[in-house]
């Protein structure tokens, strides 16, 4: 089983607000979760229904949430456990194969970055068409981890524009393989009040976060984490970015020297 960590806050439209509930009431009724973890600030009230369920746990702190923050909460109080760190608008599919992927994770230096799938009030579900032109590598909502976990340079907030990026390269700099196996794991986004899209992402976080929407972590480091299974060969990814003759060429010679190492007598 594994632990989702959140931080719920409250919104003053009754529809948006109606989405984060229904996500915590989701994610605690989900059969492979053993405990909400919500890193709430002062003054937020959290429903009663939440508060009073035997698998929430409530932690109160000063500030929006960082991944730094998370990562220190995980390691203190969830010992040698699968984390999942979760944007308030994504409940964990419960028909996904979780078990498969904690021993994944207990196996190797990987960490689910996991991009979503739009979830809609009737059920249905489906893929936003623009992130996909680029196989939803600028785009992941849910980061599952094994504890301890050791990342450098993170204290910047979830949910400001770049981080899902910054933290993928972050986590890369700290050895771990950030992976987005979007169709195994399976992460739900439930955001239809705001009618929020790939493209009009950036005019929604400035129209709701003002300056806080551009701290910008990824021009610090940014690495990119496509769909795992998008692409079978690396010339399909080139072809897709119209990559120009000799820029492929030293992709070619950055693979030989990732792989290759010469030693001589």
């Not at 340079?153 to 700290?174: P, Q, S, V, W, Y």
Request: with cysteine.
């Amino acid at each position: 089983m594994l632990s989702v960590l959140i931080q719920y806050c409250n919104d003053a439209r009754p529809e948006r607000m109606a989405e984060y509930d229904e996500c915590v009431r989701r994610n605690l009724a989900n059969p492979h979760v053993k405990a909400v973890h919500n890193l709430v600030e002062p003054g937020v009230i959290v429903p009663g229904e939440f508060t009073r369920h035997p698998r929430y746990v409530e932690q109160r702190t000063e500030r929006w949430l960082t991944y730094r923050a998370a990562f220190d909460y995980a390691n203190a109080v969830l010992p040698d456990e699968i984390v999942a760190l979760v944007n308030l608008d994504i409940f964990l599919d419960p028909d996904s194969d979780w078990p498969r992927a904690e021993t994944m994770l207990r196996g190797s230096n990987t960490v689910f970055c996991l991009a979503r799938t739009e979830y809609s009030p009737d059920g249905s579900t489906y893929r936003d068409p623009a992130f996909a032109t680029l196989a939803f590598a600028n785009t992941q909502d849910a980061w599952v981890f094994k504890t301890p976990i050791a990342v450098p340079d993170c204290e910047f907030e979830l949910g400001t524009l770049g981080c899902d990026n910054a933290i993928a390269e972050r986590l890369m700099r700290g050895g771990y393989v950030p992976v987005n196996a979007l169709n195994h794991f399976k992460i739900f986004h439930y955001d239809r009040a705001r009618e929020k899209t790939a493209r009009t992402m950036i005019a929604t976080h400035v129209a709701e976060r003002g300056e806080r929407h551009s701290r910008h972590p990824e021009r610090q480091g940014q690495y990119l984490v496509p769909d795992y299974d998008a692409f079978q060969s690396v010339d399909k990814v080139l072809d897709l970015l119209k990559v120009p003759e000799l820029a492929r060429y030293s992709v070619i010679c950055d693979v030989f020297t990732k792989f290759i190492k010469i030693n001589n007598p």
